[in-house]
Every structure is written in structure tokens, then in C-alpha cells.
Nanobody, 115 residues
Framework: QVQLVESGGGLVQPGGSLRLSCAPS????????MGWYRQAPGKLRELVAI???????NYADSVQGRFTISRDNVKNTVYLQMNSLKPEDTAVYYC?????????WGKGTLVTVSA
């Protein structure tokens, strides 16, 4: 079974940057959509950014202009470049992919934005 593995989370100061990666493992994987969700303490999981295999992307209003999603279609790896980070960006970030009608989720990587 294909697994999604996130990496790149950590502790960063406000205004800093991080780059998250999500790579599949475990077999052939041909997702039509890949993206990122996040869940902050006491909050519901929310969409952050998503990109299709054709390169179309969408962002949550809260991260528009600060975050950039990109995708390597050969490796089926998706990235999230996060700039100008704010304390309210603190959350567990989850990779998500859709392939043949099946949703795949990573285990999450923690991003903490604090001085």
C-alpha cells in the first residue's frame, strides 16, 4: 500500500520560512491531485493548498501570497514553501493525495512558529 511521508517541519521564528515535502513510497502512484491540510490545536483540519497534475493550484485565503505549492510529477512529490510565517500558522501539516478515487494521507509534520 502506498504511504505518504511528510518532512520539513520544525520550530521557526515569526517571519521565517520552512519548506515541507511529501513523498510517496510503497508502489506505483499516479495521483491527480496532491496538497496540504493543517490542523491547529483545538481547530478543525483545513485545506492549505492543492495542486493538480496539470499544475493548477488553489490556496486558503489565510496563506495566499505567503505559501507556494509545487509538484514534481516524475517523483509524485509535492512541496509547500512557507514564507513570512505567523504564530497562527502553527499546526500539524498533513499531505493529501487523490488517486483513482482514493484519498491518501500522511501522518503529519509539526510546524511551530514562535519567538
Amino acid at each position: 500500500q502506498v504511504q505518504l511521508v511528510e518532512s520539513g517541519g520544525g520550530l521557526v521564528q515569526p517571519g521565517g520560512s520552512l519548506r515541507l515535502s511529501c513523498a510517496p513510497s510503497g508502489g506505483v502512484f499516479r495521483p491527480t491531485k496532491m496538497g496540504w491540510y493543517r490542523q491547529a490545536p483545538g481547530k478543525l483540519r483545513e485545506l492549505v493548498a492543492i495542486m493538480t497534475s496539470g499544475g493548477s493550484s488553489n490556496y486558503a485565503d489565510s496563506v495566499q501570497g505567503r505559501f507556494t505549492i509545487s509538484r514534481d510529477n516524475v517523483k509524485n512529490t509535492v512541496y509547500l514553501q512557507m514564507n513570512s510565517l505567523k504564530p497562527e500558522d502553527t499546526a500539524v501539516y498533513y499531505c493529501n493525495a487523490l488517486s483513482y478515487g482514493v484519498d491518501y494521507w500522511g501522518k503529519g509534520t509539526l510546524v511551530t512558529v514562535s519567538a
